[in-house]
């Protein structure tokens, strides 16, 4: 819809993991730094925590893109499942057509697999999201895929994704023999102010914009102590700055536009100034009745004196 309007070729704050709009800030740089060398080096277990819309989903997707065929991807949504749950779930994501009818005989057909993906030179990879969720016989289910390798290296590389309390679950006394076998642990966190307002410029930049500097510095401020440096919750303000600033014809998008923006979100309303002025501007249907019979009254007063005075006038003559 404004598209156009500020000359862009796409819409830059989409909140889809696109591995085109990744902003690598010093942290994100970092974390792609590790995931990459531990994939490609086959390290086994990684770790990636970061609190929700730090943009975890959309490093994986820039890892999965830049590595390309030389992975083979298994990318576990779903992470209320059991251990069962998680082996058909996976074999099912990598395309294995299961025959099994019990656990041990999907085991097999894991195996097979893996085995056959060595021998091609490819590199499986299990990603589960929101591992925070799993529960202890889920997360030793996984320690136990990790079994499978050669003398040298792991068939498989696993890769547990969440929220900081992740890091708590595995640091229970439970799940020593897990916390042992993690060869790498990243973790992200929230942008500074001085990354927001580049992440920002940034996503305008790719999106096709001549002019990264839409947003004034006085509303990158403001979206900057909203989101707190939340990548997620950036893309929302800011995605309706745009689209109101569309709609008020404003080139710019300023503080007050922001602020405008923050009321909708929370409240899903118009912003109290705004319905103010809405009302100053369109009357309610009781005024415009009142109009309406203002109007009439007059009109009846003005033909009486027209009558009164052609009447008078012929009286005269």
């Known amino acids: 819809m404004y598209l156009n309007f500020y000359g862009l070729r796409e819409i830059p704050f989409s909140p889809t993991p696109d591995p085109k709009f990744l902003f690598q800030s010093a942290r994100h740089r970092e974390a792609l730094a590790q995931l990459t060398y ?8 990684i770790v990636l925590t970061g609190q929700i819309g730090t943009g975890k989903t959309t490093l994986l997707r820039t890892l999965m893109e830049r ?4 992975i083979s991807v298994a990318y576990v949504h779903n992470s209320t499942l059991g251990g069962e749950g998680l082996l058909e779930y996976a074999l099912q994501d990598w395309g294995v057509k299961s025959l099994g009818t019990t656990h041990a005989q999907r085991l097999g057909e894991l195996s097979e697999f893996l085995i056959d993906q060595h021998r091609q030179g490819s590199n499986p990879v299990l ?7 799993l529960t202890m016989e889920a997360l030793e289910s996984v ?3 990790s079994n499978f390798e050669t003398s040298r290296q792991k068939l498989m590389q696993i890769l547990l994704v969440g929220q900081p309390e992740l890091r708590d679950t595995l640091n229970l006394p439970e799940l020593r023999q897990l916390k042992q076998r993690i060869a790498l642990r990243c973790h992200i966190g929230p942008l500074s ?3 927001t307002r580049l992440y920002i410029r940034h996503r305008l930049s790719v999106a ?5 500097g839409i947003f004034s510095d006085a509303a990158v401020q403001k979206i900057t102590e909203y989101s707190h440096g939340f990548p997620r919750v950036i893309n929302m303000v800011c995605d309706h700055c745009l689209l109101s600033g569309y709609a008020d014809s404003k080139r710019r998008i300023d503080a007050r536009t922001v602020d405008e923006a923050i009321e909708y979100l929370e409240d ?12 100053r501007l369109v009357p309610s249907p009781t005024a415009v009745w009142a109009a309406r019979g203002s109007v009439a009254v007059l009109v009846a007063v003005i033909i009486a004196i027209l009558v009164f005075a052609a009447n008078a006038m012929g009286w005269l003559h």
């Not at 531990?38 to 277990?45: D, I, L």
């Open 127 to 133: 990603v589960v999201d929101e591992a925070q969720n």
């Open 143 to 145: 320690r136990l895929l």
């Open 67 to 70: 590595m390309g065929s030389a």
């Open 193 to 195: 102010p001085e990354e």
């Open 38 to 45: 531990g994939v490609s080096e086959r390290k086994g277990f």
């Open 208 to 212: 096709g914009a001549t002019d990264v």
């Open 268 to 279: 899903g309303e118009r912003p109290s100034w705004k319905r103010a002025r809405r009302r």
